[in-house]
């Protein structure tokens, strides 16, 4: 099993889950050039990671890879607490995380540039403000948890992914101590460690 990942980019989080299964497997880190080379097309067109190859199998999308982690390593318990109201639950803030949060980001990271300086700036006043009411879900969700639906699931390494990326580009996350503490304890974590050494953002 081999994952395609880029440093701090969402397929962190699959590095993260992988290293909690405690399975073998390779992770190959590719750069935004990589990503744009041919022979990367080839396993996903979109140019984007995570990609997810296990021999000629290629599996592309984030939710789908934690997903195919969580069936595949039942031991490591990541996909909820065995019922399906826990994995319903699990996949609920999975979906939070990938189609509401995640997309959130995109005029901070650079994709309102063409709309002329002040659509810009307005843009990215207003993304700010979206996720800071999105992180107030996520730490209203811990009070009284470690883990996102009380259990370390696949959800818990993108909520920490994204988290990154909201300090690192100011959002507003004062006050918001639960999530505070969920970021420490995932930080203090040997997998996420071991995932994030191999990114070389530690």
């Known amino acids: 099993m081999k994952l395609y990942t880029s440093p701090g980019a969402c397929s962190l989080a699959d590095h993260i889950a992988l290293q909690w299964t405690g399975a073998p497997y390779e992770a190959q880190i590719v750069s935004r050039d990589d990503r ?49 109201e826990g994995r319903a639950d699990v996949n609920r803030w999975l979906g939070f995380l990938n189609a509401d949060v995640h997309p959130a980001f995109h005029p901070l990271f650079g994709s309102a540039g063409s709309l002329g300086a ?51 580009l100011g959002v507003d996350l004062s006050g918001l101590d639960n999530l505070a503490a969920f970021d420490k304890r995932m930080a203090a974590d040997p997998g996420v460690q071991a995932a994030m050494k191999d990114e070389g953002l530690i």
Do not use: C
């Not at 080839?42 to 021999?55: C, F, H, R, S």
């Not at 810009?120 to 470690?146: N, P, S, T, W």
């Open 36 to 84: 744009k080379q041919p022979w990367f097309h080839a396993l996903n067109p979109a140019g984007a990671v995570p990609v997810l190859t296990e021999g000629d199998w290629v599996l592309t999308q984030n939710s789908a890879i934690l997903n195919f982690i969580a069936d595949k390593f039942p031991a490591a318990k990541l996909g909820g607490d065995g019922t399906p």
């Open 118 to 168: 002040e659509a810009e700036a307005k843009a990215k006043e207003q993304a700010m403000a979206k996720l800071r009411g999105y992180f107030q879900r996520a730490d209203a969700q811990l009070v009284g948890k470690d883990w996102l639906t009380g259990s370390r699931s696949i959800a818990d390494p993108y909520l920490f992914v994204v988290t990154q990326w909201a300090k690192k």
